[in-house]
């Protein structure tokens, strides 16, 4: 969660009751990624009556995937969930979650959006074609209309945790691991307070780290531009030929100038698209920890067992809800 004063208020009275009803011994792991309105201080004025939730406070605010990393690093349960605070995904489905993963000995549990009537049809229309992009270069064992919101058994968050992806895009690497999943359906409400913490410039990275952490297609295209350049030039090199033999040399300057124009933009792309890749492997090379622990509520926990805060396998970025 960041900045979810507003929205904390809904998220508790419909979380509990949920998470009370399961008949299990449970805890829920705030992850507050440095919010800097009162959400910290509502946390522990609702853990003062809810012995069974647990803050985590990073230090910064660190991003979507890596509070969702600080998350999974630290939950003890045989089962875990992860929900935003948003309240957009219904935690009311979680017991439906955990049954269903009984019942087939499941490791992963999907939610699925069945019906995202209540966003925007700009919002439906770049989540389609994002779905769309990474299925066809990552496989279609990735599920369509999946978010953050799924259950993960202690398998499936060790083989995550033993992982040394720097940046990492949980929707993608959940189904990498090809651990037997199935799916519950729901219907994606609206806000009930607040406003949205994932702009369109968090949705262009996230497509970005979806494609190259996933992916060497996009230097495929580069190569393939450059061939297609290639043919081009050679196109303009025989009109230009052609046009010098008959003294035509004046109209020419067009075609030259498109060409000088085209081969430079093609140029530029694939040096970004390199740069993309370069970018990795020296975040990779320097192997920072993405997230930063300040504070956790649980007195219990053995500090020389637990990854130091960031650690040394690397994780990732972002905000992330509550966890069970």
Known sequence: MYDEEEVLPALVTRLRPALDGLGAAYEVIAVDDGSTDRTAELLAAFRLGWPELRIIGLRRNSGHQAALTAGLDRARGAYVVSIDADLQDPPEKIPEMLELARRNELDIVYGIRADRASDTGFKRWTAGLYYRLVRRLAGPSVPAQAGDFRLLSRAAVDALKALPDQQRVYRLLVPWLGFPSGEVTYERAPRPAGRSKYPLGRMIRLAV?????????????????????????????????????????????????????????????????LGEYVGRIYTAVQNRPTYFVGHDTFVGHDTAEERPEGATTPVSQGRSGSRT
């Open 209 to 273: 780290d979806s494609v190259t952490g996933f992916s060497a297609a996009p230097l495929r295209v580069a190569t393939w531009l450059g061939g297609f350049a290639f043919l081009v030039c050679l196109g303009l090199m025989v009109y230009t030929l052609s046009a010098h033999a008959f003294d035509h040399t004046v109209p020419g300057w067009t075609s030259l100038f498109t060409g000088v124009l085209f081969i430079g933009a093609v140029q530029l792309v694939c040096v970004g698209l």
